[in-house]
């Protein structure tokens, strides 16, 4: 062998041992965009999952992104809603980032009755991923307002979807998931909402993300303690990250939501979320609160949703960065 050849050889080993790296280094970032920067305040629903592979995943849009505009954004690729309920769809939205305080943001701004994600999915050009009976909902909103139909995307129990390189599922959530008839309007919608009922789009549904590193997450979205926590997310899915909702009354609680994740999910870390209450002063869990509560019960790493501040998760759902 010639030493011409000799060098090939070792530059052409070299680029196999760049190429067989393992995904490992590849991390999930995960971006809240809630109320006030660096804080956990009551309202706060909203993620951003961003893929190794650049794909923009934008989770419960809710009432802290303050509509399409907010340049907190970027480039959306995906919009999940969870379920129907105005603090999840986004009945109404800040008025900017951080307008208000975190205990009475100013969400006086109205997205009736399209809803913030809605918005959000028109004018980034995102496709919406839902399950249920919700696609056809958000399929005729977008078709109303000169978007796609076909950017709204099902995904029922069971089954999964892969779009932009991220593999998404939904569960079931035990919740209810009404439809307000604020987002219908017209005659139907008056006489509903003259008789207090909400139109019927299924069941409310958790997610489970698998990204192209191999991480997989569970967004519980808004539910109480359901044996498909272990069966089906433990069991099946094997989820390493969880987003867990913990306020109480509407959702488990911090005891229930603890139960949930030591005895049924038993994820590697955890994301608190939907706390419903000022969690935090200057960045710190403020004590007796259900936050801290959760923290305290719970076996694995619990992390608050700062909002702008941006965690990075390996593939085994371990925080290596922003924690
Ligand atoms: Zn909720």
Not at 207 to 234: C, E, P, R, W
Request: proline fraction near 6%; include cysteine.
């Amino acid at each position: 062998m010639g030493r011409n050849s000799v060098i090939w050889v070792a530059a052409v080993a070299g680029l196999a041992a760049v190429l067989a790296q393992p995904v490992w280094a590849a991390n999930v970032k995960v971006t809240p965009l809630g109320g006030q920067d660096g804080e956990f305040c009551p309202q706060d629903r909203a993620l951003i999952f961003e893929d190794p592979n650049g794909t923009r995943i934008l989770y419960d849009a809710g009432r802290t992104v303050a509509g399409a505009e907010d340049p907190r954004l970027g480039k959306i690729d995906i919009v999940l809603v969870s379920h129907m309920h105005g603090d999840h769809l986004g009945n109404a939205h800040n008025k900017a980032p951080n307008s208000g305080s975190c205990e009475k943001p100013d969400v006086s701004v109205s997205a009736l009755p399209n809803s913030n994600s809605v918005n959000i999915a028109l004018a980034k050009k995102s496709k919406i991923v839902t399950g249920s009976e919700m696609p056809p909902f958000f399929a005729n909103k977008l078709k109303a307002n000169g978007g796609d139909p076909k950017n709204s995307i099902v995904v029922r129990f069971g089954g999964s979807v892969k779009v932009g390189g991220v593999t998404i599922a939904t569960v079931p959530a035990l919740h209810s998931n009404g439809l307000d008839p604020d987002y219908i309007g017209g005659d139907l919608g008056a006489a509903m909402k003259a008789a207090g009922i909400a139109g019927d789009v299924g069941l409310a549904t958790g997610y489970i993300l698998t990204f192209s590193n191999g991480l997989v997450a569970y967004l519980s979205g808004d539910t109480g303690m359901i044996a498909d926590q272990d069966k089906v997310v433990h069991g099946y899915y094997k989820a390493k990250l969880t987003v867990m909702n913990i306020g109480d009354t509407f959702t488990t609680g911090p005891k229930e939501a603890a139960y949930v994740i030591n005895e049924m999910v038993k994820p590697v870390s955890v994301i608190a979320s939907h706390a419903n209450e000022v969690a935090t002063k200057d960045g710190k869990v403020i004590p007796g609160t259900k936050t801290a509560i959760f923290k305290k019960a719970v076996k694995v790493p619990v992390y608050i949703p700062l909002s702008g501040k941006t965690m990075e998760f390996d593939s085994g759902g371990k925080c290596v960065a922003g924690c």
